[in-house]
């Protein structure tokens, strides 16, 4: 039976990560439905290990673009390297997630302040698709570094869970002029630095809970996770050249309606 969650669950994760609609709020629905605690030290540390699986998709999509822009030096210097980028977006997400990351996770990684970012959300994916859509030409090149740090900025917003760290640095990117794609594809990079960070320093804090009896669940929901991831980060990079996102928020503000219901019935 722990296997089948380990799908189920590998599937929600894999599906939800890279997409603007909050792994967190699924979870919350699915974890019950299902049968598993996800507060319970087990899952934890499940959900955390499936996001190895998540992380090595896009590792796995990219690698080639991610070698060339690693062991090249841009036109503009070291100044415009992808790590240098990288750096100014993950840093303040970092500065800060030492400082709050641990109340974040008690006092609002729960129905109701869930429920409300899912819908908050929404209107920010509804408002920045409608005005900050460009259409010119640009590549990941262009990103600057100011940009990357403003990135970087809003993606502490993400920090309340519900709020989606794919939503955040995505339409962050369109609000402080990147196209969707290129948005996309530097939220995919940002990701890799970013989740890796989240996900030691959750491994660090559950290490007396991995066991050998886990093993097999994590292996089955990473391996899940990462065929799902890799269909969605191909999938979803031509989605957003050719359609807008607000079905997303439309989504978003769904979940976010059976997320405070699931909070009522719970009591």
């Known amino acids: 039976m722990d296997v089948l969650r380990a799908i ?15 792994s967190t709020g699924h979870l ?8 598993a605690d996800l507060e319970s030290p087990k899952w934890q540390t499940f959900i955390i290990v499936c996001q190895v ?15 060339r822009r690693l062991f090249t030096v841009p036109r503009g210097g070291w100044g415009q390297h ?36 899912l ?14 859509r460009h259409k010119y030409h640009m590549t990941l090149d262009d990103v600057t570094v100011q940009q990357s740090l403003a990135i970087g900025l809003i993606q502490c917003i993400s920090m309340w869970p519900g709020v989606s760290r794919a939503a955040a640095t995505i339409l962050g990117g ?27 320093y959750s491994a660090y804090k ?13 292996l089955v929901g990473t391996g899940v996770a990462f ?24 989504y978003r503000v769904i979940l976010g309606a059976a997320v405070l219901l699931y909070a009522l019935l719970a009591r």
Not at 28 to 35: A, D, F, R, T
Not at 88 to 116: I, Q, S, T
Not at 119 to 132: L, N, Q, T, V, Y
Request: no cysteine.
């Open 227 to 250: 065929v799902v991831a890799l269909a969605v980060v191909a999938g979803f990079l031509q989605f957003v050249q050719r359609r807008r996102l607000t079905g997303f928020a439309i």
């Open 82 to 117: 992808l790590l240098v980028k990288l750096l100014a977006g993950v840093l303040p997400a970092l500065l800060l997630g030492v400082v709050v990351h641990d109340w974040m996770e008690r006092h609002l990684e729960k129905p109701v302040p869930v429920a409300v970012a």
């Open 8 to 22: 189920v669950l590998g599937i929600v994760e894999g599906l939800t990560e890279f997409l603007p609609v909050s």
């Open 28 to 35: 919350i629905l699915v974890g019950p439905l299902v049968g």
């Open 206 to 218: 559950h290490r007396a809970d991995f066991t050998s009896d886990l093993a097999s669940i994590l």
């Open 53 to 67: 699986g998540a992380i090595a998709a896009v590792l796995l999509y990219f690698w080639r673009d991610l070698l």
């Open 174 to 200: 369109m609000l402080v002029g990147l196209t969707p794609r290129v948005a996309t594809e530097f939220s995919f990079y940002l990701s890799i630095p970013t989740i890796f960070a989240a996900g030691a």
């Open 119 to 132: 819908m908050a959300g929404a209107a920010g994916i509804w408002w920045i698709d409608s005005r900050f």
